[in-house]
């Protein structure tokens, strides 16, 4: 039988939290009285959270288990979850019980209202560095700046999507996936839920910073242009700046002013533009280097172990 609702969870190293993170979902989910499919993706797990998974699939025949052939990371995690879902609401949820189980409560109301995008927004969080706060909002602000889509603020992956919405966003298949810039990129009727993002129950993060780097990277190329451009714009300033620059030198130097002898300021100016012009270069090559993984066409994960059916 098809469920009502998917609840899809990554996991990385998450066997401090999977009991609780259980008990609690089941707690919720069998208070609305409709069918629901947990699908636990395994993200490469090496601290034992895979023989977890498969037991508590074995205790509860509507858990799905994903096992990864390796780690993938949480994005492709989520994506694989999707593809395995059924539900007709489906929930991503985050193993460490940061997002509360009882706020798809929230998501599942607003779905029933005609949403298919119910997204939640972190009105607070606890638990986190000053400097992981700094980062993300910083983050979110930069990405709402350049890009094109209107990516909500302050939203991470916790949110719940319509089944029209994961068949779409299965049909997008890009390599180097930023999942909420993606949901907003589909459109339909979307709305925001605030909730209180609580501390993680146990474990560490799993997103250090050169993560959320990468992640950001992955944000701003895939949705937008405007690094490429950048050079651009740098090019037109010095290109302005030295015609106005070089008849006034000359002038200078007519009227036997003794202004920019020697070597420092060709220096400057050589490493200047140097140093403009190989940041251009490596810009190109982000670019390049995501085209060319695209261009491969590899498959996004490969699985160990995983139900028969998939939507792909
Ligand atoms: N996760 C994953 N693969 C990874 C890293 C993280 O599946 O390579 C999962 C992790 O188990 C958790 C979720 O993604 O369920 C969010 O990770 P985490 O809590 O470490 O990130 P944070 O909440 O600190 O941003
Ligand atoms: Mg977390």
Same mark, same amino acid.
């Given at each position: ?28 989910? +069998? ?19 895979? +023989? ?41 949820? +985050? ?10 409560? +929230? ?9 298919? !995008? ?115 714009? !740098? ?29 420092? @300021? ?13 940041? @251009? ?26 139900? @028969?059916?998939?939507?792909?």
């Amino acid at each position: 039988m098809k469920p009502t609702y998917s609840i899809i969870v990554p996991i990385y190293n998450e066997i401090c939290c999977l009991d609780a993170l259980y008990s609690r979902l089941k707690e919720v989910m +069998d208070s609305t009285g409709e069918p629901w499919e947990l699908v636990l993706v395994d993200d490469g797990s090496t601290d034992g959270s895979t +023989d977890k998974i498969r037991q508590l699939a074995e205790q509860d025949d509507r858990i799905r288990p994903v096992i990864f052939a390796r780690n993938f990371g949480h994005q492709i995690a989520v994506t694989a979850g999707m593809d395995y879902s059924r539900g007709d609401a489906v929930t991503i949820i +985050d193993a460490d019980l940061q997002d509360p189980p009882e706020v798809i409560l +929230d998501l599942i109301n607003k779905w029933k209202e005609g949403y298919e !995008v119910v997204f939640a927004v972190r009105a607070e969080r606890e638990g986190e560095t000053w400097f992981k706060m700094f980062t993300a909002s910083l983050f979110y602000r930069i990405i709402f700046k350049i890009t094109d889509v209107d990516i909500p603020m302050d939203t991470g992956d916790f949110r719940l999507l319509d089944r029209k919405v994961v068949d779409v966003m299965g049909t997008m298949r890009e390599r180097h996936r930023f999942l909420r810039g993606m949901g907003a990129w589909v459109g339909f009727r979307q709305i925001g839920v605030p909730y209180r993002r609580a501390a993680r129950y146990a474990g560490e993060t799993h997103y250090p910073f050169r993560k959320m780097f990468k992640l950001a990277l992955n944000a701003i190329t895939s949705f937008s242009y405007f690094p490429l451009q950048l050079a651009t714009y !740098v090019g037109f300033i010095s290109a302005g700046i030295s015609i106005v620059t070089i008849p006034i030198v000359i002038i200078m130097r007519l009227a036997g002013d003794q202004a920019f002898l020697g070597q420092a @300021s060709t220096l400057i100016a050589v490493l200047f533009l140097g140093g403009v012009q190989l940041i @251009s270069l490596g810009i190109l090559g982000e670019y390049i280097g995501r085209i060319y993984d695209e261009v491969k066409g590899r498959p996004l994960y490969i699985v160990s172990e995983a139900p @028969s059916e998939t939507n792909h």
